[in-house]
């Protein structure tokens, strides 16, 4: 049921009233920097979680074991968590964002930890995707508080730092814990759609052995680069088919595979005894995880048969699975669409991406869950992930809104 006039109303003008202040939070967590890899993290999170006590929330720091940290590549990493509580009983609803972001990488024409506004938008890594919606998560918390409406619920801020490794010791570990056990989740969002699908992945990496030898006797030695080559030559063949195989979920597209690593050799003049690579296999939602990968491992498998002298291995390094609509999901995303719609002033609607998200860590501990949050219409004009990544702050007040309004929907200020 609609949210009462006048709860709407308190909302717009607290968002409205407090856009500097948020565009300000927001500003001094882009200048905290959070670069995953090397995922030297405290920092940064311990800046969060003094702007919001700054804010009047409560804090929880977890700081995840070192060993566990190391095991998933990273330095170090703490989680948040802040919980705020309305009326009794209610829903538990978490709102997840991650801290940590990609390298800056070359090409910026700004500073990327400078948060500087250019025609109104703030510029800087971390902007969109999701520093952000650690602000608009904040920030909507504090507009259910001054709305005056009796709610039933709770609202916790879950705030993490390992999205950009996998989420293992970030969602992964706050529900196995039993830190929280929400009932419903609203995670990060990168665009106007309210995200209900999303890719799983695949990293494999594959490891082939040779034997070193003279450059002048060459067939002395296995050369583990011809060998490699075999097996890359035929996964880019197998590739080609994957076009064929397009999701029934709007925005997902078909399945992909990149080889995005590779190394080895020992020197110019020496037969390689050493290659790795590894590769990326983004699957859509209709696919089974173990399928795929059974299936690119019998490809490699058989590719490797053309040089028996080789020794070829593959390890998995990350299964992230994929994020399918459920029925428990369709209220929620039938709300944050209504209301999208109404303060966005078009209609926005719910599809999938072919990335993957934190998102599964919730849905596979059986939490219902949705992404939603600030962004311009697509992932390409926030330049997420690339130089001169960037949001628009009206979009940052406006998705504020939304998320307030649809938490007080959720916790029953609604119109009889």
Known sequence: MPVEQSVETAIHEFVGTHRDAEARFLAEIVKAPSDNPPGDCDRSAET????????????????????????????????????????????????????????????????????????????????????SDIATYAFATLALE????????????????????????????????????????????????????????????????????????????????????????ALYGWRGGLAARTSKIAGIGSPQMTVGLIAGGINTNVVPDRITFRLDRRIVPEEDPADVEAELRAVIALAATLHPEAKVTVKRILLAEPLTPTPAGARLTEI??????????EPVVASGVPLYTDARHYAKAGVPIVLYGAGPHTIEEANAHRADERLPLSDLVKATEVIALTLAELMGAHST
């Not at 969060?48 to 095991?71: I, S």
């Not at 009326?87 to 538990?92: A, L």
């Not at 969602?171 to 106007?192: H, K, M, N, T, V």
């Not at 030898?213 to 490699?228: Q, S």
């Open 146 to 233: 001054k709305s005056g409406e009796r709610l039933n619920g709770s609202v916790e801020l879950h705030i993490t730092y390992d999205e950009e490794a996998g989420g293992e010791i970030g969602p992964r570990y706050i529900l196995e814990q039993g830190l929280s056990r929400p009932d419903l989740a609203i995670g990060a969002g990168f665009s106007y759609a309210v995200v209900n699908a999303h890719n799983g992945c695949l990293h494999l990496e594959v490891e082939v052995l040779g034997r070193s030898a003279h450059a002048a006797r060459p067939f002395t030695g296995v050369d583990a680069l011809e060998a490699a080559n075999a097996i890359l030559a």
């Open 336 to 345: 944050l669409c209504r209301h999208a719609s109404r303060v966005m002033g």
């Open 48 to 131: 969060v979680a003094k702007l919001l006590e700054g804010l009047g929330f409560t804090v929880e720091r977890h700081k995840v074991p070192e060993a566990l940290v190391k095991a998933n590549g990273m330095i170090s990493a703490t989680n948040l968590i802040a919980r705020r509580q309305f009326g009794q009983g209610g829903p538990t609803i978490a709102l997840n964002a991650h801290g940590d972001v990609v390298p800056p990488g070359a090409g910026w024409t700004r500073d990327p930890y400078g948060a500087e506004i250019v025609d109104g938008w703030m510029v800087g890594r971390g902007a969109a995707v999701s520093k």
